[in-house]
Structures are given as structure tokens and as C-alpha cells.
């Protein structure tokens, strides 16, 4: 099996490296080699269409190598699609003819029938069973290699060039090419570092779309308090979340938390973010975390009480390892104003009470929200009315394709953003 492996490896970058030709006359020419033109680009080529795929980096996929961690959360397994489409908020009312073509379930028979195995984790996030990115990226260039199209990397596309309500060429490094229909799937501007600098929404204004300005979306938070760098690395399943202004509680979550460098992430701060950023206009901003989520208050008051009979004379740092996660115990007994080396019995009840809402409320102060640079999704882009989503064409010029992350869609995180890549790709590849 490992030899199969590594033969696959080589051989796909060399066909996507010497399959140039681009002199020949072509059905479709698809922008971008990310998740949604990549799946755009195979399934006009499964049809019989002569495609070629252009890809400004000298790799496809270089976003979706490094996703998820380098996991690469596939979609979310949620059968029902009109359940997953009010993940996708307004935007729902859009999506439902282009979900009707291509939902989770075909997403999951596609990558397992070109033998990509996945497994379901928390929260319905699928991954691949491997857990590489790469592997993903991998079969995708397999299934352009299967339907013969033409890839050619080291591309910079300029400009769109459009006359009389149709798109009538793209002007590249390599020339103006041609061809009958155009599949836009330049991504936005999350992670510019990965070829994402928000391209497809210049040349879309410039030939009349209408695109809101793209601002951080899924994004980690900065915080003021020095000591997480300390803690970096650590997390916490489905755990508590809570946002206070003024003292005063204003959301409530759970999620995942991770806690970085200099701040926090995870998908349980992802899905607030923007309304941390939003919020912090009007000042600031604390995150209070749970940092024992398995057991409810009284359970903590319990172990609390108990602490004297069963432990008297042990150091509380060491008796809090054992219940939260090591690496917070430091921040926790800070926050409750009680010194580590301090023997349980030598602790007073106020204190014990502090220390209980430490651990159920271990407090962080937001500087800011990360940007661009750093962000999962980047919201705003192109005006959904200005779309037909049966075939993902653009109701200006009926030649022109617009997916994945160029629409104005804000989801969280969860495989959400992939799975609209996938729909999106599948069904302007179907209708071109």
C-alpha cells in the first residue's frame, strides 16, 4: 500500500507539470486550482468538455494542504440539507437548488469512490481517516488527472476581458486564452500568503458585479494577557464560552478552545469572532472559559468541600493537575489570587469560592481580532442576487461562473466552507 502511495505522489505533479498545452481550442477555462476549481474543473471534464485549469502557484491547493491544522475538515455530516443550510444564514434561501444537486452525501460517495476514506469526529466534522490535508489534495489531483484536464501552474491571470455581455478572454502571464464559458474560483482573501489576494473581486468589480468589501470572518483573538504564551498548544473539548462588556454577560457558546501563542482559537472562537470584533467597537471585551466542562457547578462545589478531608495536605497545584488541564492550572490559581505551593488546608472558603469561578470562568482580556492573514474565512464578496445558483452563472454575462469563496456567504466553521466549494464547483461544472 505505501508503494502505491508514493507512486501516486510523483506522478500527479508531473502530469499537472507537463500537460501544457495550451494552443489548443478549449470548452472551459476554470481560474484558480483551490477545492471549488478543482471540483469545477473535473466535472466539466467528466462530461466531455476540454478544460484547462489555471493556478497562479506552482501547486494546487495550497490552502487546502494547510486547513484544518493540516487536517483538512472535509464537510460536516449533516444529511438533512435544509438542517445544514441555516448554518449558511441568509445565504440559505439561495443555496437550496445548487444543495439540491450536490449535498454532503454526494460529496462523501465522491471522495470515498476515488478511495479517500473519512471519519466523523465531534460536532459532525468529517476528516480524512488519515488525517493529511495532503491526502485530499492528492485525490483531487487525481480525479483532474482521470478527466484529462489540462492544468497549468505558474499562471497569473491579469484581467477579465469581457464585450457585449459575454466574457471573451482572460489575459494571462502566458497571453489571452479563450474559450465558450469561464469558471471563477479565485477564493477570497483569508490567508493571502497561500495566493488568496482577493484577485476574482477586483476583475468582477471592474466588469460591473457588485462585491462587498471582504473583512476578517473566522478569525483568531489576540489577547493583552501574557501568560497564554505559556499555555500554547492547550485545549478543551466542547467547553463553555462566555462574553462579558461592562460586567455584564452578553454571549453564550460551546466549542472547542485552543489556546495559541498569543491568544485563542478553536473553533468555539472562530464562530464568535466577528461578534468579538464587532462588540469590541463599544469597548472592551473579556472571554471567560470553562476549563472543567465535564463537570457542572455543584460537581466542582462538591470536589471543592471535599478537598479538606481527602487532601489537607497536599500542595493545590497538584491537586488541580489532576482536574483541568495542566498547563491552566498556573493562570487558574493566579486568577483566584492563591499562591501554587499553598496546602489545601491552609485555604479559606472565600478563597475556595474564588477558585471555583476561576476554573468555570478562567477570564481573558481581547486586544483584537487577527487579520487577514490569519483568518479561516474572510466574509463579504459577490452580491448573491447577482448569481444563479441552479448553475452557479452570473446574471451579467451568461458565460461567467462564480464559486466557493468569491460569494458573499458567511459560515462557520464545522466543514461548512469546504462543502460550499464542493456544491458550488460541482454545480458550475455540471451546468457549463
Known sequence: MGVVYIITFFIIPFYICYDMNMNQAFDVIVIGGGPAGMMAAGVAAERGQKVLLLEKNSNLGKKLRITGGGRCNITNNTPDTRQLLKKYGEAEQFLFSAFSQHDVEATLKFFHTLGLATKVEAENRVFPESE??????????????????????????????????????????????????????????????????????TWLREIGHSVTTPTASLVPIKVKDKWVESVAGVSIQDTQISLYQNSEAFLKTTGKVLFTHNGLSGPGILNISQHIGDTLTHGPVE?????????????????????????????????????????????????????????????????RHALIQAIRGLTLHVHRLLGLEKAIIASGGVALTEIDFKTMRSRHYPNLYIVGDLLDINRPSGGYSLQLCWTTGFVAGSNT
Open 287 to 351: 472571554i471567560r472559559i470553562n476549563t472543567l466542562p465535564t463537570h457542572n457547578e455543584e460537581a466542582v462545589l462538591e470536589f471543592m468541600r471535599a478537598l479538606h478531608t481527602d487532601h489537607a495536605n497536599k500542595m493545590i497545584k497538584n491537586i488541580l493537575a489532576d482536574l483541568v488541564p495542566k498547563g491552566l492550572v498556573g493562570p487558574i490559581l493566579a486568577q483566584a489570587s492563591i499562591l501554587p505551593d499553598r496546602l489545601v488546608n491552609t485555604i479559606t472558603r472565600q478563597e
Open 132 to 201: 493529511r490535508a495532503e491526502d485530499v489534495a492528492h485525490t483531487l489531483e487525481q480525479f483532474l488527472k482521470q478527466t484529462k484536464v489540462t492544468v497549468k501552474t505558474n499562471v497569473t491571470v491579469k484581467k477579465i476581458l469581457s464585450e457585449s455581455g459575454q466574457i471573451t478572454g482572460v489575459r494571462t502571464s502566458e497571453g489571452i486564452l479563450t474559450a465558450k464559458a469561464y469558471i471563477l474560483a479565485t477564493g477570497g482573501t483569508s490567508r493571502p500568503d497561500t495566493g488568496s489576494t482577493g484577485d476574482g473581486y
